[in-house]
C-alpha cells in the first residue's frame, strides 16, 4: 500500500473517531438533559401528590373536628331519649288528677302513679350507669356530705343517722353527694 493511502486510511479513523466522540458527547448530553427532564417531571408529580394528600388530610381533618364537635352536642340524645318515658308518667297522673274522684282513690291513684314515675327513672338511671349512693354505715365523705350532727343512743358516733338527700354515682364519678345527718 502506498504512504498516500495510508495516510488517507489515517485520516479517515481519525475523523471517525472524532465524528463517534462527537456523537458520544451528544448521546451524553442528550441522555443528561432527557435525565434532568425526567428528575424534573418526577419531582413535579410527587409534588402534586404530597398536595393532594395534604389537601385529603386537611379534609379529613376538618371532617373529624366537625363530627367530635357533633358528638359532644348531641352526646346526652340517648340519655334525653330515655327520660321521656318518667316525664309521660308524670303527665298521666297530672291528668288523672283532673278525673272526678273520690278524694282517698285520687289519692292511691296518685301515689300510684308516682311509684311508677320513681321506678322508671330508677330504671334509667341503672341503664345509663347511674347508681344510688348507699348510706347505711359508716360516713364516707368522698360520697356522703354531714350537713348536721345529731344525739343518738342507737347509732356509733360517726355513723350515719339519717339520709337527708339521696346521692348519686355516675359509673365511678359522683354526680351529688348524700346529704346525711351523723351520730355525735
Same mark, same amino acid.
Given at each position: 500500500? @502506498?504512504?498516500?493511502?495510508?495516510?488517507?486510511? !489515517?485520516?479517515?479513523?481519525?475523523?471517525?473517531?472524532?465524528?463517534?466522540?462527537?456523537? !458520544?458527547?451528544?448521546?451524553?448530553?442528550?441522555?443528561?438533559?432527557?435525565?434532568?427532564?425526567?428528575?424534573?417531571?418526577?419531582?413535579?408529580?410527587?409534588?402534586?401528590?404530597?398536595?393532594? !394528600?395534604?389537601?385529603?388530610?386537611?379534609? &379529613?381533618?376538618?371532617?373529624?373536628?366537625?363530627?367530635?364537635?357533633?358528638?359532644? #352536642?348531641?352526646?346526652?340524645?340517648?340519655?334525653?331519649?330515655?327520660?321521656?318515658?318518667? &316525664? #309521660?308518667?308524670?303527665?298521666?297522673?297530672?291528668?288523672?288528677? /283532673?278525673?272526678?274522684?273520690?278524694? @282517698?282513690?285520687?289519692?292511691?291513684?296518685?301515689?300510684?302513679? &308516682?311509684?311508677?314515675?320513681?321506678?322508671?327513672?330508677?330504671?334509667?338511671?341503672?341503664?345509663?350507669?347511674?347508681?344510688?349512693?348507699?348510706? #347505711?354505715?359508716?360516713?364516707?365523705?368522698?360520697?356522703? /356530705?354531714?350537713?348536721?350532727? !345529731? #344525739?343518738?343512743? /342507737?347509732?356509733?358516733?360517726?355513723?350515719?343517722? @339519717?339520709?337527708?338527700?339521696?346521692?348519686?354515682?355516675?359509673?365511678?364519678?359522683?354526680?351529688?353527694? @348524700?346529704?346525711?345527718?351523723?351520730?355525735?
Amino acid at each position: 500500500m @502506498s504512504e498516500e493511502k495510508k495516510e488517507e486510511l !489515517v485520516q479517515e479513523e481519525t475523523i471517525e473517531q472524532e465524528v463517534q466522540s462527537e456523537v !458520544v458527547e451528544e448521546t451524553k448530553e442528550v441522555s443528561l438533559e432527557d435525565k434532568i427532564a425526567a428528575l424534573e417531571q418526577q419531582l413535579k408529580d410527587t409534588e402534586d401528590k404530597y398536595l393532594r !394528600v395534604h389537601a385529603d388530610f386537611e379534609n &379529613i381533618k376538618k371532617r373529624l373536628e366537625k363530627e367530635k364537635y357533633q358528638a359532644i #352536642d348531641y352526646a346526652s340524645e340517648k340519655f334525653a331519649k330515655d327520660l321521656l318515658a318518667p &316525664i #309521660d308518667s308524670l303527665e298521666m297522673a297530672l291528668q288523672s288528677a /283532673n278525673v272526678e274522684l273520690d278524694a @282517698s282513690e285520687l289519692l292511691t291513684k296518685l301515689k300510684e302513679g &308516682i311509684s311508677l314515675t320513681i321506678k322508671n327513672f330508677n330504671t334509667t338511671f341503672e341503664k345509663h350507669n347511674i347508681s344510688k349512693i348507699e348510706t #347505711d354505715g359508716e360516713f364516707d365523705p368522698n360520697v356522703h /356530705n354531714a350537713v348536721m350532727q !345529731v #344525739d343518738s343512743e /342507737n347509732h356509733e358516733t360517726g355513723q350515719i343517722v @339519717s339520709e337527708l338527700q339521696k346521692g348519686y354515682m355516675l359509673k365511678d364519678r359522683l354526680l351529688r353527694p @348524700s346529704m346525711v345527718s351523723i351520730a355525735n
